[in-house]
């Protein structure tokens, strides 16, 4: 993409941004696999029940070893299908155990599945933050993007959750939504479509929750595939680059976040981690050698897909930036 478009480094140099460095470690967004009972369209990961890429014990605990000597703050799992990695459950509770607060994505169908059934409860008992997808409040438009039933089962889930405490107000138990455009899009206003959100699943389902994030589709994946095959590559690219924000390119989350691979591969983000870009040059490339004052000081690797979580009110995996 880098060829056809504008460079993001250009922009940053445009902005007085360049080059993008990081500022500290605050969280270790861990990849557990790419295993996932669901094959989202709109997925960067390319996530799915075929796949076969799995962290394993080993490199869990490599990244408990430096969670546990750098008194890291947040453990963020993600996948795929987090849970669906065997060691799922010990490694959050060794991580609570050391002090560190997890926060745990989920696409919520998984949580009705059998054998998956009892994790609302060790959430619970864990104070895990749970970060849940879902793609609209409308069964159609959610099963369009993720597969017939898949809405149903994802408001199974939040009323499960909800029963034991979860988006429930004096809790203490966080319950956040995560949304994604369907299409080659913006997301909305944030306040505005969190509210949007509050209302219909409050009136449709009684069911409530803490937050709303939202999350800009990213150029990387399957996502990258659909725009390719559906023609809305460049001008996705164009919308992006037309909208690019300083004030949200000074806030990226790659600035304060590192990225686990399943492999324990050394990443800026999440997304950098899809598009095959390891930290740059200098830089400690795998969790087994872990070095803080390199990686805190490290310059973060661009590419066209940065456009993504810097447009706009920008976009990282907390949502909006400014």
Not at 1 to 17: G, P, T, V
Not at 120 to 140: G, Q, R
Not at 230 to 250: D, F, I
């Amino acid at each position: 993409m880098e060829s056809i478009f504008k460079s993001f480094d250009d922009a940053l140099k445009e902005s007085s941004l360049f080059p993008l460095t990081a500022k500290r470690i605050s969280v270790l967004q861990i990849n557990m696999g790419r295993l996932c009972n669901l094959a989202c369209r709109h997925c960067h990961v390319d996530a799915g029940p075929a796949r076969k890429e799995i962290m394993s014990k080993e490199t869990l605990e490599a990244c408990l070893e430096v969670i546990k000597a750098h008194g890291i703050p947040v453990a963020d799992l993600t996948g795929g299908a987090p849970e669906m990695n065997p060691d799922y459950m010990q490694f959050v509770k060794s991580c609570v155990d050391a002090g560190c607060r997890v926060k745990t994505r989920t696409n919520l169908s998984i949580l009705t599945e059998d054998g998956y059934t009892d994790l609302p409860s060790f959430f619970a008992e864990n104070k895990i933050e749970v970060i849940a997808s879902l793609p609209y409040f409308l069964e159609e438009t959610t099963d369009r993007q993720r597969g017939k039933g898949v809405f149903a089962s994802s408001i199974e889930a939040l009323k499960n959750l909800n029963s034991i405490g979860y988006g429930v107000e004096g809790s203490g138990l966080e319950l956040n939504l995560v949304f994604n455009p369907c299409g080659a899009f913006l997301p909305p206003q944030q306040k505005a479509i969190e509210a949007d959100f509050k209302r219909e699943l409050k009136k449709r389902y009684g069911v409530s929750f803490s937050s709303l994030y939202t999350i800009t589709n990213m150029p990387v994946g399957r996502f990258l595939d659909f725009l390719k095959q559906s023609g809305n590559l460049r001008g996705y690219m164009e919308k992006l680059q037309s909208s690019y924000n300083p004030s949200a390119a000074s806030n990226v989350m790659c600035g304060e976040t590192l990225s686990v691979g399943w492999d324990g591969s050394l990443y800026d983000c999440d997304f950098n981690q899809m598009a095959g870009l390891k930290c740059g040059p200098g830089s400690p490339i795998h969790i087994k050698h872990f070095d803080r004052l390199k990686l805190e000081s490290r310059r973060i690797v661009t590419g066209a897909h940065c456009f993504g979580c810097t447009a706009g009110a920008g976009s990282s995996c907390t949502g909006a930036v400014s």
